[in-house]
Every structure is written in structure tokens, then in C-alpha cells.
């Protein structure tokens, strides 16, 4: 009689629970009444104060430069975060698959190495690194939570996993996701919940889940998640950290495990692999060492080009002109609750005086309106049979998430497919006009309204004649005023989602992260601030309160009118910055140049996250 998935996941289980030394487990667990248990690290007297310090202290960017002088030791470094990652284990169930020992061996090797040659392996030498459950590890599980594909352990590594270690890189765990690795909360049969280490009430967001509550509780300094639709941002808004989403080819992503058939991508949607961490600096030395190291030579999907060539020019980062960003306060979806528009509105008065930044009311939903419907039907074009099949394999029942919001349907036929990828090209061409700066969406004080006949003219032709064409490129012999109101914009400031961090489960809509993924922009969260008392006492403005929008508004009024608003107080607030395609290093340029403008906004101090870090 075949094994059922209760019995499989229940091995599974022990299995975790028997990788971690006992010395490392906690005396007494904390009361399920204790909500924020990010300190608890701190005081439950498993860690030294070297290893307090070492966790504690210093970011990703301080230990490589520590460990290449040699003033540190990667196995006292990987040791420091293993038992950390332990003890945030305990308090949050972040982890999937722990190896530690593998670990201490691989820091013990790389010590022995810079001590024979005085020189590092790679620019990430004996830094421990979290990996999200869906990347390989040869002799390591990657079942991303499904009973069917347990113990069954990798023979090959993905991309990126080769990549990190021969950066020098020490990989000890994997972290949690949601079964099918499409719910935005981190749950599965196989593992259990993942928790927020902030507020055990809220989620700490999916389906890189586990690295966001790893990250938070300084189990990890620098993680590695994927994202299809949101799956870094979310735990990164969610946890109070930097996440970004790169562009598809930026960073390696082959030889993961993604519940789904080989190809799926090429046909609907593809993936990205990116950082989380609690600085931006520490995202950037992700980016730079991935980069910088050719992956195109073991991943063809990788684009070529150094960290450097991601980065057009930025103005606002040396003293010429400053940064033109767009500030987009809704999609015409789902309009943000008052805390989100609230905090829009701070940002764009705090970006006033600044003479670094030109903040532009930015008004899009003409094109974004749309996306949410396409984004969706290009998600789903293999059906979601596989994910099903796999579960029905061993009996295994979906989680409720996935119940109630997935069924199996016939994969997309080839006419189908071509449609709306026909559809996703027109918007990314009508996207360009923003960057531009011909859109009328555009609409900064300094300048005409959007409907002054003015404005509108400088909009992007939309065709082309036998009387126009013959001059392109030529100078012009006529006098206009379309260069005064066509500046290209630098960055997108928008949210990451219409709401705060919200309760278990309750998570509304994808729709401010997930069209990125379709326009294939890069795209990073930025924490900007926590949640304050005064902010429950917003209500919706009297001209929104009229009928929701559709069922997606609805539903997201739901988690502000009638809720209790004071389980939101201490979470945190962050947005969400977006640049053109492939441009990630001007992304993290660009939000460098936000957090400087946004200092009096900002939190010195913010849960998971330390002392902000300038480039």
C-alpha cells in the first residue's frame, strides 16, 4: 500500500527537527501570545556575544570585507548564522532543509584556502548565503513542499547555486514557500506556516516567505528568492527588508524546481532570481558578484555584460539635474486603503524640496487597468494541471489558498497563447511612451495640466505617414514646445500593494507587483516607515466611497472598514521602485537616491532591517 502524505510529510518533519544540534534549541518557546519575536534571538542565551555581534553588526557588505582581511573566520561567521538560523526556525518556521554541518566543513575549507594563498576564492568568500526551497543542491531535497517530491534529493545544482559557490559563497539552509508556489502566504503540508517575526498575526507573504522571516530575524544576511509575480517583494514589504526583482536573463535561474512542467515559462510567464536583504548596499554586492562572474558561460538564458552596462546614466546622482520619478498612486484595479495613499502623499511632499529628485503625479491606469486580467490568463496558460498532478500522487489535499483559488483547467491552445502575448507586446510598447516622457499621464505642477491641448501633443505618434516618415532623424525646420515637456523619466515609484501587511491569509491583490512581471521591469522594495497609531484614525475619502471598482476593491476595503486596525500598528510600510528593462543597476542607483531624499520620512530603526546603507 502506497505511503499517504501524512506519513511522508510526518518523516519529512523529523527529518528538520533532527538536523538541528540540541544545544541549539530553545529551553522554553515563547508564549503564542508574544507577537514580535525578533529579539528573542537576543535574549534566550544560546549565542555569544561574539555570534551576537557578528549577526547583529555588520551587513553582508562589512563580513566580506572582514573575511577576505581576515579578520574574521567563515567558520565563526556561518557558525554565528547557523545557530541563528536555528533559533529564527523555532520562532517563525522559516526553514525547509537544514545542513548545516555541510556548511561548517565548506567554512572550514575555504578558511584553510585564504590561509595558504592569502587571497579569496570569490567576492562573496565564506559568506553564508539562504536559498528560497526551489533552487538545487546536489544531495539536498527539493520538494518546494509537496509530499510527492520528498526525499528525492538533487543530483544537479541550478545556475545560480554554481554561481554563488564559486563566488565563494557558503550555502547552510533553504527556506519556506506555499505549496504550488503560488499563494502569498508561506504554507504547505509538508513543512507547515511560515510565521512574520514581526507580528505572528500577519504574513509574512509568499512564496519567498521563509527568506523574508529568515532575513528578518538575522538567521541570514543576505537571501535568494524567485519572483513570478511578487514572490520577492512581498515578503520584503512584509518583513521590513530590500527585495528586488531583476529583469529575466539578469541573474541565473536554471535548474530550479518550480511544481512545474520544463518550458512552462517560455509559453506564459518566466521567473526571476533576485536578493533580499536588510540593506540596498547588500543587494548590490548580490547583483555585482552574480554578474560580474559571466554566468552566461553555464546559463544560455543570461544575458552578457557586466554589473556596470545594467546602469545607463542617472541623473540626480551627481549634481546636474535631478532625478525625474513618476509617483503612480493606483492601478484603476484596486485603489490603495488611506495608510498607502497616505504614505504616497508623504513621499511626494518629502520629494518637494529635494534638489535631487522631481517627483511627477504619474496617472497610468489607461494601460494599467488591463494588466491585471492578462497577467493572470499568461500565469495560467499550462492550466495548472501539474502542480495538481503532482499533489494527487500521494492524496495529498490543496491548501485552502490554492482551493479556493486555483482549479486545473486545459492548457491554452497555441492561437490562444499567441493572442495574448500579442496583447502583452502592445502594452509593452505603449509603456515606452512613459519612459519617455510623452505619455499624458505625465503630469508635473511645474507644467500644463494633462488636458491642455499642449501636453497632449507631446505624445508619442501613433502612426506613421508618407509625409512624415521621409524626414525622420532630420533636423527640424519648425519651431516646438514638445521638447520642453518630454524629459525622460527615470524610476516609477507606485505601491507594493493597496494595503499594509495584512493579516494570515488575507493577502488581496498581486496586481501593483505582478505587471511588472509581465512588462519584465526590474523592481525593488524600499521600506520607508512603520505603521503608527495615528495611521489607523484614516478613512476613506467621501468621493471613494461609492461602489468598489470590482471584486478586487471590494475585497480590499474589507481589510480596513471593519477591521481591527491596530494589528497593523508597528508593521511596515514600504513602496515599490521600478526602472526600464534591464536596468538593475540603475535601480539600485536610483533607490539609493529615494532613501537619501526620504531620510525624514524614514525609521531610524525598523524591524529586520538595521541602519540604512547609502552607495
Keep these: 500500500m502506497p505511503e499517504t502524505w501524512q506519513n511522508i510529510a510526518k518523516r519529512k518533519e523529523d527529518e528538520r527537527t533532527s538536523n538541528i544540534p540540541k544545544e541549539w534549541l530553545?529551553?522554553?518557546?515563547?508564549?503564542?501570545?508574544?507577537?514580535?519575536?525578533?529579539?528573542?534571538?537576543?535574549?534566550?542565551?544560546?549565542?555569544?556575544?561574539?555570534?551576537l555581534a557578528i549577526t547583529e553588526e555588520y551587513d553582508?557588505?562589512?563580513?566580506?570585507?572582514?573575511?577576505?582581511?581576515?579578520?574574521?573566520?567563515?567558520?565563526?561567521?556561518?557558525?554565528?548564522?547557523?545557530?541563528?538560523?536555528?533559533?529564527?526556525?523555532?520562532?517563525?518556521?522559516?526553514?525547509?532543509?537544514?545542513?548545516?554541518?555541510?556548511?561548517?566543513?565548506?567554512?572550514?575549507?575555504?578558511?584553510?584556502?585564504?590561509?595558504?594563498?592569502?587571497?579569496?576564492?570569490?567576492?562573496?568568500?565564506?559568506?553564508?548565503?539562504?536559498?528560497k526551497d526551489t533552487f538545487a543542491i546536489p544531495g539536498i531535497d527539493t520538494s518546494v513542499g509537496i509530499t510527492s517530491l520528498t526525499f528525492s534529493p538533487a543530483t544537479e545544482p541550478s545556475t545560480l547555486v554554481t554561481t554563488l559557490l564559486n563566488a565563494g559563497a557558503v550555502l547552510y539552509c533553504k527556506t519556506n514557500i506555499p505549496q504550488t508556489l503560488m499563494a502569498m502566504d508561506s504554507v504547505n503540508h509538508v513543512f507547515g506556516r511560515t510565521l512574520n517575526p514581526l507580528n505572528r498575526n500577519l504574513t509574512p507573504g509568499g512564496s519567498s516567505g521563509g527568506e523574508g522571516a529568515l532575513v528578518a530575524m538575522k538567521g541570514s544576511v543576505l537571501g535568494v528568492g524567485t519572483d513570478i509575480g511578487g514572490s520577492i517583494r512581498v515578503p520584503a514589504m512584509c518583513n521590513g527588508l530590500y527585495g528586488i526583482k531583476p529583469s529575466v536573463g539578469r541573474v541565473p535561474y536554471g535548474g530550479q524546481e518550480n511544481a512545474a512542467l520544463p518550458g512552462s515559462g517560455r509559453?506564459?510567464?518566466?521567473?526571476?532570481?533576485?536578493?533580499?536583504?536588510?540593506?540596498?548596499?547588500?543587494?548590490?554586492?548580490?547583483?555585482?558578484?552574480?554578474?560580474?562572474?559571466?554566468?552566461?558561460?553555464?546559463?544560455?538564458?543570461?544575458?552578457?555584460?557586466?554589473?556596470?552596462?545594467?546602469?545607463?546614466?542617472?541623473?540626480?546622482?551627481?549634481?546636474?539635474?535631478p532625478l525625474r520619478i513618476g509617483i503612480m498612486h493606483t492601478d484603476g484595479v484596486t485603489t490603495p486603503l488611506p495608510?498607502?495613499?497616505?504614505?504616497?502623499?508623504?513621499?511626494?511632499?518629502?520629494?518637494r524640496p529635494s534638489p535631487k529628485v522631481e517627483g511627477i503625479n504619474l496617472d497610468l491606469i489607461s494601460l494599467t487597468k488591463p494588466l491585471q486580467s492578462l497577467t493572470n490568463n499568461l500565469l495560467y496558460t499550462d492550466g495548472g494541471q501539474h502542480k495538481f498532478d503532482l499533489l494527487s500522487r500521494t492524496g495529498e489535499p490543496a491548501i485552502s489558498w490554492v482551493s479556493q483559488r486555483m482549479k486545473p483547467s486545459p492548457p491554452k491552445?497555441?492561437?490562444?497563447?499567441?493572442?495574448?502575448?500579442?496583447?502583452?507586446?502592445?502594452?509593452?510598447?505603449?509603456?515606452?511612451?512613459?519612459?519617455?516622457?510623452?505619455?499624458?499621464?505625465?503630469?508635473?505642477?511645474?507644467?500644463?495640466?494633462?488636458?491642455?491641448?499642449?501636453?497632449?501633443s507631446s505624445a508619442a505618434p501613433t502612426g506613421a505617414t508618407e509625409a512624415t516618415w521621409i524626414n525622420q532623424g532630420l533636423p527640424s525646420t519648425t519651431t516646438t514646445t514638445t521638447s520642453t515637456t518630454t524629459k525622460p523619466l527615470d524610476?516609477?515609484?507606485?505601491?507594493?500593494?493597496?494595503?499594509?501587511?495584512?493579516?494570515?491569509?488575507?493577502?488581496?491583490?498581486?496586481?501593483?507587483?505582478?505587471?511588472?512581471?509581465?512588462?519584465?521591469?526590474?523592481?525593488?522594495?524600499?521600506?520607508?516607515?512603520?505603521?503608527?497609531?495615528?495611521?489607523?484614525?484614516?478613512?476613506?475619502?467621501?468621493?471613494?466611497?461609492?461602489?468598489?471598482?470590482?471584486?478586487?476593491?471590494?475585497?480590499n476595503r474589507k481589510l480596513w472598514e471593519g477591521m481591527d486596525r491596530s494589528v497593523y500598528v508597528g508593521s511596515p510600510l514600504s513602496v515599490q521602485v521600478v526602472v526600464p528593462r534591464l536596468q538593475e543597476a540603475k535601480l539600485v542607483r536610483v533607490m539609493g537616491v529615494l532613501e537619501g531624499a526620504l531620510e525624514g520620512l524614514r525609521d531610524a530603526e525598523r524591524g529586520g532591517g538595521g541602519e540604512r546603507s547609502k552607495l
Excluded at 27 to 33: A, V
Excluded at 448 to 453: I, K
Aim: glycine share 6%; charged share 20%.
Design 491 to 555: 524610476a516609477i515609484i507606485c505601491p507594493v500593494a493597496p494595503h499594509p501587511v495584512p493579516p494570515i491569509d488575507r493577502w488581496n491583490a498581486t496586481g501593483y507587483t505582478a505587471m511588472w512581471v509581465l512588462l519584465d521591469y526590474p523592481a525593488g522594495v524600499l521600506p520607508i516607515r512603520t505603521f503608527r497609531a495615528a495611521d489607523t484614525k484614516l478613512e476613506i475619502p467621501a468621493k471613494q466611497q461609492q461602489q468598489p471598482i470590482g471584486s478586487w476593491d471590494r475585497e
Design 413 to 456: 491552445t497555441l492561437d490562444q497563447a499567441r493572442e495574448l502575448h500579442a496583447r502583452r507586446e502592445k502594452v509593452a510598447a505603449d509603456f515606452l511612451s512613459v519612459w519617455s516622457g510623452a505619455h499624458p499621464g505625465l503630469s508635473p505642477e511645474s507644467s500644463l495640466s494633462r488636458d491642455s491641448p499642449s501636453h497632449e
Design 26 to 51: 530553545l529551553s522554553t518557546k515563547p508564549s503564542p501570545n508574544l507577537n514580535a519575536v525578533i529579539d528573542v534571538p537576543r535574549r534566550c542565551g544560546i549565542l555569544r556575544e561574539n555570534e
Design 339 to 351: 495608510p498607502i495613499s497616505h504614505l504616497l502623499s508623504q513621499i511626494t511632499e518629502a520629494l
Design 267 to 321: 509559453i506564459g510567464l518566466q521567473a526571476s532570481a533576485g536578493p533580499i536583504a536588510a540593506t540596498l548596499r547588500d543587494c548590490e554586492l548580490f547583483f555585482k558578484s552574480v554578474v560580474d562572474s559571466e554566468p552566461w558561460r553555464i546559463d544560455a538564458d543570461v544575458i552578457t555584460g557586466s554589473w556596470a552596462s545594467s546602469g545607463p546614466p542617472v541623473q540626480g546622482i551627481t549634481d546636474s539635474e
Design 60 to 131: 553582508a557588505t562589512d563580513l566580506v570585507k572582514k573575511l577576505a582581511n581576515r579578520e574574521l573566520s567563515s567558520e565563526e561567521v556561518v557558525t554565528a548564522f547557523c545557530k541563528r538560523a536555528a533559533i529564527a526556525h523555532q520562532l517563525t518556521n522559516c526553514l525547509t532543509e537544514i545542513f548545516f554541518p555541510l556548511a561548517l566543513s565548506r567554512a572550514r575549507a575555504l578558511d584553510k584556502h585564504i590561509q595558504q594563498y592569502g587571497t579569496p576564492v570569490g567576492p562573496l568568500h565564506g559568506l553564508p548565503v539562504s536559498l
